[in-house]
């Protein structure tokens, strides 16, 4: 039986990836150190084990039960907007902990690492963003993805490392965690409005993203490894039709039958507009058509409807540099337009 490890598998995308690679027969080791997971997130007789990748002597205890044919990559810490006030915790955790990963794959010969990048590589300007245009990221995160993606390409290089790197964005859905301030703006929108407070928006509100439903995401991630052209390549995943943060509002609003209330906060740095092409991913997996964002959102509000609110959570690390930190994020209440 094909034997594979999932990082950041208790998380939002993670363990959608974990639903679609069970359901592909594959024997599956769940990691997971629970920052912004839920062990709930995942089935109860799965093998999962609690612990951080940014930790090379955990990482590489992994093995010792035997061979991963694939690594699936998922695990990091994905606010984009904070990782410039957070730039040590940043590289740790989303250059430092995959390099680990990369290291073992490479010394026990796995057959397919597969990697969640960002369209944060692209930085601003590169609209629609494709896959043969230069990444120009604008900050640590991005950065850090990025720099991960080399890493790949110079490990297949030198040892032969097979790889596919997907760069989804704006990911949202059913398990994300809505109690996160600082990233997954349609989780923050729900958790303020389920919570009787307006939804907080950084600047006009005439940011454009493509909002991707998380089934539109996880099963190609999961099925890349059986997909041979897909090996050595770089992917965006998601969905194609921008809308507004404040467009976005309103939807959130409709999904959960109330009136919009908006509360616009200072703009911050941030790109102002990110949507991909997606011609490759469809001619490489044949995926089907993206849910419509519409669909999705009454999906994710009755999924919140169910669940309850949930309180904010600090960052639980230290800002590192507080400097032109946004007084919202010091506050309650702030949304974050993050790129996964």
């Known amino acids: 039986m094909t034997r594979v490890l999932v990082t950041g598998a208790a998380g939002f995308i993670g363990s959608h990836v974990v639903d679609h690679v069970l359901e592909l027969g594959f024997d599956v080791v769940a990691v997971d150190d ?18 951080s990748v940014a930790d090379s002597d955990w990482t590489a205890s992994l093995w010792k039960d035997g061979r991963f044919d694939h690594v699936y990559h998922l695990a990091a810490y994905a606010a984009e907007g904070l990782s410039h006030f957070i730039r040590h915790f940043n590289y740790d ?37 494709t896959e043969d245009l230069m990444p120009r990221p604008e900050d640590p995160y991005g950065i850090a993805k990025f720099a991960v993606e080399l890493d790949l390409a110079a490990a297949h290089q030198m040892f032969g490392l097979p790889y596919v790197i997907f760069r989804p964005h704006n990911v949202y859905g059913e398990r994300q965690n ?19 407070e307006p939804m907080s928006i950084f600047g006009d509100g005439m940011q454009t993203r493509a909002f991707s439903h998380v089934d539109d995401v996880a099963p190609i991630i999961a099925t890349a490894p059986r997909v041979k052209e897909s090996l ?10 921008p809308v507004t943060v404040l467009d976005l509002a309103q939807e959130v609003a409709r999904a959960l039958d109330v009136e919009p209330r908006i509360v616009h906060l200072a703009p911050r740095k941030e790109v102002v507009h990110a949507f991909a092409s997606h011609e490759l991913v469809r001619s490489t997996f044949d995926p089907p058509a993206p849910i419509p964002i519409r669909l999705g959102i009454e999906r994710m509000a009755n999924w919140v409807k169910a669940r309850g609110p949930m309180k904010p959570v600090e960052f639980r690390g230290t800002i590192e540099v507080p400097k032109n930190l946004p007084p919202s994020w010091i506050a309650a209440g702030s949304s974050e337009v993050g790129k996964r």
Do not use: E
Not at 35 to 48: H, K, M
Not at 232 to 241: I, K, L, S
């Open 34 to 51: 629970l920052s912004g997971g839920y062990r709930d997130n995942l089935p109860r007789d799965i093998d999962f084990r609690q612990g």
């Open 93 to 129: 955790n989303n250059l430092l902990a995959s390099v680990n990963l990369i290291n073992q794959a490479v010394l026990h010969d796995c057959s397919a690492f597969v990697f969640t990048s960002s369209i944060a590589v692209y930085g601003t300007n590169q609209t629609p963003m």
């Open 178 to 196: 809505i109690a996160d301030k600082y990233r997954n703006v349609i989780g923050i929108f729900m958790n303020q409005v389920m919570q009787g």
């Open 232 to 241: 050595g390549r770089v992917f965006n995943v998601g969905a194609d039709a």
